[in-house]
């Protein structure tokens, strides 16, 4: 059910489900118990440890280099980062990325939105749409983005960040966003929309009223899918952005020519921002579950 | 009667499918189209294209020997990365649905696995480069230990990079879809087989692995349609010493070849769409994603 079962699982946190134990919940542990937990611990270390290295060297003096031993503890290469012209314009293109991304982000969410809705029922040709849909997500992003790139010359426009930057990352993070919807509406509950019919809501507010405050901590889940996608997407805004570069390019231009630890620098900065927004919406959709569960006491809790 | 209800049910469908189309068609289907048009045009080598039907782009990428590498090359790292990611996914997905009995604390450590999804792929590539590089940690742990007399050289800047950097990226492609599909076995048919007598293999080889079919399934799309549609791991990654289907692409662009480089992301767009579509035959996507 690829990645959107990861807001599928968020928005179900705080519900039971099935039982996960494959023998009683109690008594010793099998050794493959002890075997995979170790396999687990360095699948862990292996994900989460070189990051730390590069944010660690990040704190470097001017003496610091690429590898360890650290050299000096200090902010000198953010300020660098922020202050010398020979590593680019990362201010210019860390706004440039966020602007995108938050342009992106409410797109998705509308567009993911309404396809999760019109896909809850089959209708003649909804499976070539479905197809276009998973092509869209597998298709190599560099060559879509030359198409992109010869379409738009084709017919005149010049390419640039808002208009074929956009509709390229579009081309990447609705899918993901459609998948995401799927897995939050497979568990949405028709009897309530019925309900809302039968009391006599109109359609719109039916969807107003009851079904996106029963779905928003999914929603929340897509528009972190659109926000993060977009903002680190590389290979299909390459060829699409025009001009201007984006905070990846500039990474990747970065990559190919400093040798300095303000790579490093820029690599936590960016996964700063990123850690944010995660936090910020995970905390949102474990805020609403909360909210929920304290209203509807005894109720089932992971309905969305 | 029936027939208009039909009808303004498809209506009502593609009234909600619509903005998704409205933005697939000009940014998927019709940049394919000018990808696939492109292949047979010509070229004034000045980026300049004429309409023609062209076959030359094709016979030449088809019989270069450049070509074969290119493609050896992308499909061996394709495989490597498919089937480490699909071994470590597999396991960890196994651990945290059959092995850690605290409801919470599973959920728990299934997001902290997913976290790095949503940060930049770019940044945990270059992560490895303090560690694997000549003065880097695993070198100097290693030659601290005595296990070494001299730095492996192999470690970085190479094929080995390479395979880590993505399967480093990719596994939680296989996490996701197999621990969600493993989620969904019921654990009464793990205990009845026990009862009767089942092997801890018997069990993983008979029931595990056939009920998680469909989430290795889509793993393995995700991870090999990543992989065959990258350039810029090989191209930092192995330090210049293995080039990409795609990575040629990029050259190609560069310098204004399109034609060539279009038949050549024809050729890539081939065989990826002949192998998704040989893992759809066996497991229907739609209905596994949709229910």
Same mark, same amino acid.
């Given at each position: 059910?690829?990645?959107?079962?990861?807001?599928?699982?968020?928005?179900?946190?705080?519900?039971?489900?099935?039982?996960?134990?494959?023998?009683?919940?109690?008594?010793?542990?099998?050794?493959?118990?002890?075997?995979?937990?170790?396999?687990?611990?360095?699948?862990?270390?292996?994900?989460?440890?070189?990051?730390?290295?590069?944010?660690?060297?990040?704190?470097?003096?001017?003496?610091?280099?690429?590898?360890?031993?650290?050299?000096?503890?200090?902010?000198?290469?953010?300020?660098?980062?922020?202050?010398?012209?020979?590593?680019?314009?990362?201010?210019?293109?860390?706004?440039?990325?966020?602007?995108?991304?938050?342009?992106?982000?409410?797109?998705?969410?509308?567009?993911?939105?309404?396809?999760?809705?019109?896909?809850?029922?089959?209708?003649?040709?909804?499976?070539?749409?479905?197809?276009?849909?998973?092509?869209?997500?597998?298709?190599?992003?560099?060559?879509?983005?030359?198409?992109?790139?010869?379409?738009?010359?084709?017919?005149?426009?010049?390419?640039?960040?808002?208009?074929?930057?956009?509709?390229?990352?579009?081309?990447?993070?609705?899918?993901?966003?459609?998948?995401?919807?799927?897995?939050?509406?497979?568990?949405?509950?028709?009897?309530?929309?019925?309900?809302?019919?039968?009391?006599?809501?109109?359609?719109?507010?039916?969807?107003?009223?009851?079904?996106?405050?029963?779905?928003?901590?999914?929603?929340?889940?897509?528009?972190?899918?659109?926000?993060?996608?977009?903002?680190?997407?590389?290979?299909?805004?390459?060829?699409?952005?025009?001009?201007?570069?984006?905070?990846?390019?500039?990474?990747?231009?970065?990559?190919?020519?400093?040798?300095?630890?303000?790579?490093?620098?820029?690599?936590?900065?960016?996964?700063?921002?990123?850690?944010?927004?995660?936090?910020?919406?995970?905390?949102?959709?474990?805020?609403?579950?909360?909210?929920?569960?304290?209203?509807?006491?005894?109720?089932?809790?992971?309905?969305? | 009667?029936?027939?208009?209800?039909?009808?303004?049910?498809?209506?009502?469908?593609?009234?909600?499918?619509?903005?998704?189309?409205?933005?697939?068609?000009?940014?998927?289907?019709?940049?394919?189209?000018?990808?696939?048009?492109?292949?047979?045009?010509?070229?004034?080598?000045?980026?300049?294209?004429?309409?023609?039907?062209?076959?030359?782009?094709? @016979?030449?990428?088809?019989?270069?020997?450049?070509?074969?590498?290119?493609?050896?090359?992308?499909?061996?790292?394709?495989?490597?990365?498919?089937?480490?990611?699909?071994?470590?996914?597999?396991?960890?997905?196994?651990?945290?649905?059959?092995?850690? &009995?605290?409801?919470?604390?599973?959920?728990?450590?299934?997001?902290?696995?997913?976290?790095?999804?949503?940060?930049?792929?770019?940044?945990?590539?270059?992560?490895?480069?303090?560690?694997?590089?000549?003065?880097?940690?695993?070198?100097?742990?290693?030659?601290?230990?005595?296990?070494?007399?001299?730095?492996?050289?192999?470690?970085?800047?190479?094929?080995?990079?390479?395979?880590?950097?993505?399967?480093?990226?990719?596994?939680?492609?296989?996490?996701?879809?197999?621990?969600?599909?493993?989620?969904?076995?019921?654990?009464?048919?793990?205990?009845?087989?026990?009862?009767?007598?089942?092997? &801890?293999?018997?069990?993983?080889?008979?029931?595990?692995?056939?009920?998680?079919?469909?989430?290795?399934?889509?793993?393995?799309?995700?991870?090999?349609?990543?992989?065959?549609?990258?350039?810029?791991?090989?191209?930092?990654?192995?330090?210049?010493?293995?080039?990409?289907?795609?990575?040629?692409?990029?050259?190609?662009?560069?310098?204004?070849?399109?034609? @060539?480089?279009?038949?050549?992301?024809?050729?890539?767009?081939?065989?990826?769409?002949?192998?998704?579509?040989?893992?759809?035959?066996?497991?229907?996507?739609?209905?596994?994603? @949709?229910?």
């Amino acid at each position: 059910m690829s990645l959107a079962r990861v807001s599928d699982v968020v928005a179900t946190s705080v519900s039971a489900r099935r039982s996960r134990a494959i023998a009683p919940t109690s008594g010793r542990r099998p050794w493959t118990f002890y075997v995979l937990a170790i396999l687990f611990t360095l699948y862990l270390l292996a994900l989460y440890g070189p990051m730390a290295c590069i944010y660690i060297l990040s704190l470097q003096d001017l003496r610091g280099g690429l590898v360890f031993p650290i050299k000096g503890l200090s902010l000198h290469w953010f300020v660098d980062l922020f202050t010398q012209v020979r590593t680019g314009d990362v201010q210019g293109s860390f706004e440039r990325s966020f602007k995108l991304a938050l342009v992106v982000t409410v797109l998705t969410v509308v567009v993911s939105f309404l396809a999760g809705l019109g896909f809850r029922k089959r209708f003649a040709g909804d499976t070539v749409v479905f197809y276009m849909m998973i092509g869209s997500l597998v298709a190599p992003g560099l060559v879509l983005g030359i198409g992109v790139g010869l379409i738009f010359n084709a017919v005149g426009i010049d390419a640039s960040l808002f208009t074929s930057a956009l509709g390229a990352q579009l081309s990447w993070t609705l899918p993901f966003g459609v998948l995401v919807m799927f897995a939050v509406m497979s568990r949405f509950d028709h009897a309530w929309e019925e309900a809302a019919r039968d009391l006599g809501a109109s359609p719109w507010q039916t969807i107003r009223l009851v079904v996106i405050p029963v779905l928003a901590p999914g929603i929340v889940a897509v528009a972190l899918f659109g926000f993060t996608l977009s903002y680190d997407e590389f290979a299909r805004t390459l060829q699409t952005a025009g001009s201007l570069n984006t905070l990846p390019l500039e990474i990747w231009s970065m990559t190919l020519n400093i040798t300095s630890p303000a790579l490093y620098a820029l690599g936590t900065v960016t996964t700063i921002v990123s850690f944010l927004v995660i936090g910020a919406s995970l905390g949102t959709i474990a805020f609403m579950q909360k909210r929920r569960e304290a209203r509807a006491p005894g109720q089932q809790g992971g309905a969305a | 009667m029936a027939q208009s209800a039909a009808f303004k049910r498809n209506l009502a469908g593609w009234a909600y499918v619509a903005p998704l189309v409205v933005v697939l068609i000009p940014f998927f289907v019709l940049p394919l189209i000018a990808v696939v048009a492109a292949s047979f045009f010509e070229t004034d080598g000045f980026g300049g294209l004429f309409p023609a039907f062209n076959l030359d782009n094709y @016979t030449e990428i088809l019989t270069s020997g450049l070509t074969f590498n290119l493609y050896y090359e992308t499909i061996k790292f394709t495989v490597l990365t498919w089937f480490f990611s699909l071994l470590i996914g597999f396991f960890v997905a196994y651990f945290l649905v059959f092995h850690v &009995r605290n409801q919470l604390l599973a959920l728990g450590l299934f997001l902290l696995c997913t976290v790095p999804f949503w940060t930049s792929n770019i940044i945990r590539m270059i992560s490895w480069i303090p560690l694997l590089g000549k003065e880097g940690l695993v070198n100097e742990a290693l030659l601290k230990l005595g296990l070494i007399d001299q730095p492996l050289e192999f470690l970085l800047f190479s094929s080995f990079a390479v395979v880590v950097a993505y399967v480093h990226q990719l596994t939680i492609f296989m996490i996701v879809p197999i621990f969600n599909a493993m989620g969904r076995i019921d654990k009464r048919v793990v205990e009845a087989a026990l009862d009767a007598g089942a092997s &801890r293999f018997d069990i993983m080889r008979l029931i595990i692995v056939p009920l998680s079919k469909s989430g290795i399934a889509l793993g393995s799309i995700f991870v090999i349609s990543i992989v065959m549609g990258d350039f810029f791991v090989v191209k930092v990654m192995s330090g210049g010493g293995s080039a990409s289907v795609v990575g040629a692409f990029y050259e190609n662009i560069s310098v204004l070849q399109y034609p @060539t480089a279009a038949a050549s992301a024809v050729l890539l767009t081939i065989i990826l769409v002949i192998t998704v579509g040989l893992i759809i035959r066996f497991v229907d996507i739609r209905k596994e994603i @949709t229910r």
